[in-house]
């Protein structure tokens, strides 16, 4: 998971000129900086499912939305994860969504009451990033749905979720009459930023 170098401020040399112990406390750092309180950090470098690569991925999307309130929630939600799928696919979206911040619009904060946060534009405009190639209407993603529904703050007017792939026909129909613009084939290259 080389992608997202870029945003983790070359990730790869990181990984394979330092060893582990100098990558945790760059980590710690960085996190630092975010604002993440001590216990938070400690629990998320001493979190089993996320390798050193993963950790500093992460921590370098979070560093690139410098200064976006909220970034201390992303280390929140990451504790949730308990797979190492699950973290890559946390990992990648946090990802994408620090290149959403620094190539397309400045996040006035971050919004991670879901599984994967949400960025704010302005006060009024909520962005969700994922990064899937393809999504179905299924039960899950139903459930995720509303979940999203239940976590967004009460001052969002516009809302758009970023697919980097496609959508079926009725998982648009569906997203779109929850009040979702629906973007598909987004070009967020983390390698850019």
Known sequence: MVPG???????????????????????????????????????YL?????????????????????????????????????????????????VLLGSYHVQRNALSRVVAEATIPLGIVGSAH????????????TDSIAEGAAAYEQAQPGTIETKAVHFLGGVSKRCRAEIESRGWQVIENVNLDPETT
């Open 5 to 43: 170098a870029g945003v983790a401020g070359d990730v790869n040399n990181l990984v394979w000129s330092k060893d582990p112990y100098e990558l945790q406390d760059l980590n710690r750092a960085r996190l630092t900086a975010t604002g993440a309180s001590e216990a938070q950090i400690a629990a």
């Open 46 to 94: 001493d979190h089993a499912i996320f390798s050193p690569t993963l950790q500093t991925l992460l921590t370098g999307a979070i560093a690139a939305m410098e200064d976006v309130p909220g970034r201390a929630g992303i280390l929140s939600q990451a504790l949730n994860m308990q797979t190492e799928a699950e973290a890559r696919f946390f990992v990648h979206a946090i």
């Open 126 to 137: 909520a962005v969700l990033v994922l990064p899937v190639d393809k999504v179905y209407w």
